[in-house]
Each structure stands twice: as structure tokens, then as C-alpha cells.
């Protein structure tokens, strides 16, 4: 188990940019999440695969993010567009299959990638 | 949208005294979780309970549950400086979890 990584660690873009991240989960997860975090608050959730199906992504995820899991492995997340408010942690978290809800499973996270916008 | 809310938001101890923090939420559950996150880093895992269960250990964790009142609390005792850190719990909600602002727990030697 070589735990969750996320690259890279910290990214400061001019606003309009576009930005990738890139999540590698364990290697025997099923599962991969990307959150979102503020400073003061908790993760907010972003979207979620099973394998390399994205099953939900969150209302609050504008057109301009995107993310993918082309080969149920690794996961990349976009933004298009930058801008001031995307200042933010992007968290990515991986489980083993939870059965009938994510509930059921302990998340595991990584470091985050710590995104600034000028 | 927030499910659970942790209580206090932040709290200070003395190395050595027991930390108790609480977690309220709303709606029914199948499974809560708690979380530990240190300044910069990523959140770790702690104790998971399901919603039959009403008290679970692990070290010097002691969570309980009480889904008659819809709260959980997480007790460390003999705290350490290593604890100073930000407890997350997170509810089950649909296909997803979802987690409170947190308590901020600061330890001091």
C-alpha cells in the first residue's frame, strides 16, 4: 500500500489559465473521489468514479471542470478557465468497492494539490 | 451541502487532558465516519461505526453513536501534542460522504 499521491502539490496559475491534476489512487481501489477544500471548512465533494465510469459529479461543478479515469487507474482533473474563486486544496481520496454506499468504506487521501490564483 | 456539524469548532487542552468532540446531523444514516486532517496535508482515517453499533474503540479513540438523537462524539484520551490537528466526522448521504467544518484541536504542552 503506497498510499494515495497527487501531483502537484501546489500550482499557481494567472487567472484564465487552464490547470491538470493528476491522482494516483491505491492500486486495488475500485473507488476515486476529488474534493474540494476552503480554508476553515471541510472537503466538499467535486465527482466520483467506479472505475473508469464518472457516476456523479456535484451541481456545484461548473462546465468549466472536468475530470476523467481513462483507464480505471489514475484520474485527472481540469480546470478551464481559471478563475479567483478556484483558489482552493483539490483533495483526491480512493476506496475499495463500498458495496451499497460510499459509507461503508474508509476513505484514503492524499496530500492534496494546493491551487492559487493570481 | 453540509450533513454533519462538529462541535466545538476549536477547542485547546492541555497535553495530557481527554479532547471530546461532537458531531450533529440531520438526516438518517447507515455509517459515520471521523477524520483526522494535520495543517497542509491530507485526511486520515480514523473510526468508522455503522448505524447498529454504539460505541467503538480504536487506541486511545472512543466513539459513540446515538442515532436516536442523531449525534456522535469522539473522546482522546491521555491527549498528545502529535493530536493538535482538524476532526472531520462524515455521513453517508446517497453514493457519497459528507463532511462537517470540523473541530480544530490545538494541544498545549
Known amino acids: 500500500d503506497t498510499g494515495v499521491s497527487q501531483d502537484p502539490r501546489h500550482k499557481i496559475t494567472k487567472r484564465g489559465q487552464n490547470v491538470t491534476f493528476r491522482c494516483d489512487p491505491i492500486?486495488?481501489?475500485?473507488?476515486l473521489y476529488w474534493y474540494r477544500q476552503t480554508l476553515g471548512q471541510g472537503p466538499e465533494f467535486l465527482t466520483y468514479?467506479?472505475?473508469?465510469?464518472?457516476?456523479?459529479k456535484s451541481r456545484l461543478l461548473s462546465d468549466r471542470f472536468s475530470a476523467e479515469r481513462p483507464k480505471g487507474s489514475f484520474s485527472t482533473l481540469e480546470i478551464q478557465r481559471t478563475e479567483q474563486g478556484d483558489s482552493a486544496m483539490y483533495l483526491c481520496?480512493?476506496?475499495?468497492?463500498?458495496?451499497?454506499?460510499?459509507?461503508?468504506?474508509?476513505?484514503?487521501f492524499g496530500d492534496g494539490t494546493r491551487l492559487s490564483i493570481l | 451541502s453540509q450533513q454533519g456539524e462538529e462541535d466545538p469548532q476549536a477547542l485547546s487542552i492541555q497535553e495530557g487532558e481527554n479532547a471530546t468532540m461532537n458531531c450533529s446531523y440531520k438526516?438518517?444514516?447507515?455509517?459515520l465516519q471521523w477524520y483526522r486532517q494535520n495543517s497542509g496535508r491530507g485526511l486520515v482515517h480514523l473510526i468508522l461505526?455503522?448505524?447498529?453499533?454504539r460505541e467503538k474503540h480504536s487506541g486511545r479513540l472512543r466513539v459513540t453513536l446515538d442515532t436516536s438523537k442523531k449525534s456522535s462524539s469522539l473522546l482522546i484520551t491521555a491527549s498528545r501534542a502529535a493530536d493538535t490537528a482538524s476532526y472531520f466526522c462524515?455521513?453517508?448521504?446517497?453514493?457519497?460522504?459528507?463532511f462537517g467544518k470540523g473541530t480544530r484541536l490545538h494541544i498545549l504542552p
Open positions: 481520496a480512493s476506496s475499495k468497492n463500498p458495496g451499497t454506499g460510499a459509507g461503508n468504506q474508509p476513505q484514503h
Open positions: 492500486s486495488e481501489h475500485n473507488r
Open positions: 468514479f467506479q472505475n473508469e465510469a464518472q457516476l456523479e
Open positions: 438526516t438518517s444514516i447507515n455509517n
Open positions: 461505526i455503522r448505524s447498529n453499533e
Open positions: 462524515a455521513t453517508d448521504r446517497d453514493d457519497k460522504i459528507i
